[in-house]
Structures are given as C-alpha cells and as structure tokens.
C-alpha cells in the first residue's frame, strides 16, 4: 500500500495494492494490520456506508460536531472529486481544503481524520461511493457548511450544469458561522 499526505499532512491518499490481470483485479481494501504499518494510525471503524449518485449530485461539506467521525473513502464504480476542509481552529490549516478524484479505475481511498467537514460531487453518469466511519451517524450532531463558501474558495471541477443539492445542503452555512472544533 502507498501512503500520500496531502498539503494538508493528516489527510492521507491510500493506494492499495492492485492486481489485474485478463480476468480482472484483485485488491484489499482494507486490513488493519497494513494500513497502521503504512500510516502509524489505527482507527476502530465502526460503520461503512454506501451511497449512489447521479451525475452532478453535490453532497457536503458535512461534518458532526459530536460524535466525530474519521473516514476512509473510497469509489468502486464512476468518478467523484472528493473534499476535504479542516475546521479544527487551532490548526495551521484551518479553513484550507484538499481534493482528489476517486474512481472505480485508480482504487484510490481518501483518508480524512475526524477534526474535518467532508464532501463530494459526482463527475461520472453515476458513482458508488463507500466510506468506513469512526462513530456512528448522529444526525443531532450533523452539520454543514455550504460547498461553495468563497472564504473556503474549494475549486470544484466543472460539470457543465449546476450541481443537484439536497435540501440540507442547500441550507449550508459560511464557515465563519458553523460551529467548529477547538
């Protein structure tokens, strides 16, 4: 497994070992063991989450200020840009972002450690998108802060079209008004 920090040092690319060969691949996703060798950290996951989306469907920049969740994130099928913003105040890096394109192709997984808000847009037809958590989902605790905050200023790609929001999202706040780690 490779181990990439991101300009952001907790925020880790992981890329698994892949094997292909004529009659397609093989590759561990995870296993506990390789990834604390690779990355000196050892998190206890708790829930893993699938989502599908369409094309253009913008989920984000959430984050629960409770029950802070790490995840480990990964696609098996389609393409998505995936973001993570650090909301920790004390951080030197507070308020800065990190993206990176998963595919189902490039096996890529996104480490993003609690202490961050999280989201992601669809660039493919559709995407399935699957995330290990740290604690488990506290909707009391959810929070969001809108995805396209200009004093974040996250460089989203371009989709041609104005990306699908829940209404949750919709409803994001600017980070200089979302509650935020100390």
Not at 12 to 27: K, Q, S, T, Y
Not at 88 to 114: C, M, Y
Not at 154 to 177: H, M, N, T, Y
Request: net charge negative; proline share 5%; charged share 25%.
């Amino acid at each position: 497994m490779k181990v990439t920090p991101t300009a952001i040092p907790e925020v880790l690319i992981i890329e698994p070992m892949v094997f292909a060969d004529a009659r397609g691949f093989f590759c561990e996703s995870f296993n506990q063991k390789a990834f604390a060798d690779a990355t000196g950290l050892s998190p206890h996951f708790v829930q893993d989450n699938h989502s599908r989306s369409g094309k253009g469907v913008l989920r984000g920049l959430h984050y629960q200020i409770r029950q802070p969740q790490g995840k480990l994130m990964r696609v098996t099928r389609g393409a998505v840009f995936d973001v993570a913003v650090d909301i920790r105040k004390t951080s030197d890096t507070f308020g800065k972002w990190v993206g990176i394109e998963l595919t189902g192709e490039n096996h890529r997984q996104f480490w993003v450690p609690a202490g961050f808000a999280h989201g992601f847009v669809v660039l493919s037809e559709s995407a399935d998108f699957l995330y290990k958590t740290t604690d488990y989902y506290a909707p009391e605790h959810e929070r969001c802060i809108a995805w396209n905050d200009p004093e974040i200023g996250i460089e989203w790609p371009e989709l041609g079209c104005e990306p699908i929001l829940s209404s949750k999202d919709q409803k994001g706040v600017a980070l200089a008004r979302a509650e935020a780690f100390v």
